[in-house]
């Protein structure tokens, strides 16, 4: 059994994750299970777990902000529901060994967007003038990001943000809450498809996300405070960190 103050480590340091940057605790979560002996597949599923316990008080912290688009977030997350549930079938027929590459490579790619952004957060990447239109076609990118949620465990919050930025002109922190509320979605249906194939430590899980509970409400209050260059920055450091201690664990 992992130890108790190791799990409450990382349930502080998840909550500061997804507090500050609305992004999955994936990113902590799944190397640092992963160390300790859970196999890659638990990881994953216990990660997704973690992600709905979490979420919990840092939506509380943004809708008390006023930084939710609930419309927005329910046509994300019904679109992830669908996803997550066809890459947890995706997930379960791949070798591990390449679903650890494919992290690898999507934590690498997301802390280059990160650093980029974090030098001009201003910058318009809104490309598409779709109009009303965007709302029909961003739950069916959302069907894409719940197949990463199910293949490698991450909720889809920094690619939610991915989606908005794409079709939307939206603030940096009403992305970050909307694509929290979001992320609520998709976990939900990855954690019920791991569950159900006996793929999640329960105790693990629980006791990260409790401690995830209130150190994200915290870290949550402090980011629609903080400059969004600070939250880019710390985005992208974490994304780096994750990249190379994965790479190191897979060498």
Same mark, same amino acid.
């Given at each position: 059994?992992?130890?108790?103050?190791?799990?409450?480590?990382?349930?502080?340091?998840?909550?500061?994750?997804?507090?500050?940057?609305?992004?999955?605790?994936?990113?902590?979560?799944?190397?640092?299970?992963?160390?300790?002996?859970?196999?890659?597949?638990?990881?994953? =599923?216990?990660? %997704?777990?973690?992600?709905?316990?979490?979420?919990?008080?840092?939506?509380?912290?943004?809708?008390?902000?006023?930084?939710?688009?609930?419309?927005?977030?329910?046509?994300?997350?019904?679109?992830? %529901?669908?996803?997550?549930?066809? $890459?947890?079938?995706?997930?379960?027929?791949?070798?591990?060994?390449?679903?650890? =590459?494919?992290?690898?490579?999507?934590?690498?790619?997301?802390?280059?967007?990160?650093?980029?952004?974090?030098?001009?957060?201003? %910058? @318009?990447?809104?490309?598409? @003038?779709?109009?009303?239109?965007?709302?029909?076609?961003?739950?069916?990118?959302?069907?894409?990001?719940?197949?990463?949620? $199910?293949?490698?465990?991450?909720?889809?919050?920094?690619?939610?943000?991915?989606?908005?930025? %794409?079709?939307?002109?939206?603030?940096?922190?009403?992305?970050?809450?909307?694509?929290?509320?979001?992320?609520?979605?998709?976990?939900?249906? $990855?954690?019920?498809?791991?569950?159900?194939?006996?793929?999640?430590?329960?105790?693990?899980?629980?006791?990260?996300?409790?401690?995830?509970?209130?150190? =994200?409400?915290?870290?949550?209050?402090?980011?629609?405070?903080?400059?969004?260059?600070?939250?880019?920055?710390?985005?992208?450091?974490?994304?780096?960190?994750?990249?190379?201690?994965?790479?190191?664990?897979?060498?």
């Amino acid at each position: 059994m992992v130890p108790l103050y190791v799990l409450i480590v990382i349930g502080v340091a998840v909550g500061a994750l997804t507090g500050i940057t609305g992004s999955s605790g994936v990113l902590i979560v799944v190397p640092a299970l992963s160390y300790l002996g859970l196999s890659f597949k638990e990881a994953v =599923g216990s990660s %997704l777990l973690v992600d709905v316990i979490t979420t919990l008080s840092v939506i509380f912290v943004y809708f008390k902000h006023e930084n939710v688009d609930v419309k927005l977030s329910t046509l994300l997350g019904a679109g992830a %529901l669908v996803g997550a549930q066809l $890459g947890s079938e995706i997930a379960f027929a791949v070798p591990e060994r390449a679903l650890e =590459g494919a992290f690898i490579a999507f934590t690498s790619v997301m802390a280059y967007v990160s650093f980029r952004r974090s030098r001009n957060p201003r %910058l @318009n990447l809104n490309k598409l @003038n779709l109009g009303r239109l965007a709302y029909a076609v961003a739950p069916l990118l959302a069907v894409m990001v719940g197949m990463v949620t $199910g293949t490698l465990g991450a909720s889809g919050g920094i690619m939610f943000i991915a989606v908005m930025m %794409l079709l939307f002109s939206i603030d940096v922190k009403k992305m970050i809450g909307t694509a929290t509320l979001a992320m609520l979605f998709s976990a939900l249906s $990855g954690t019920v498809a791991y569950a159900l194939s006996g793929r999640v430590d329960l105790y693990a899980s629980a006791v990260i996300g409790i401690v995830a509970i209130v150190s =994200g409400y915290y870290f949550a209050k402090f980011a629609n405070r903080a400059k969004p260059s600070l939250i880019y920055a710390f985005l992208g450091s974490v994304f780096v960190l994750t990249s190379i201690s994965e790479l190191v664990k897979v060498i």
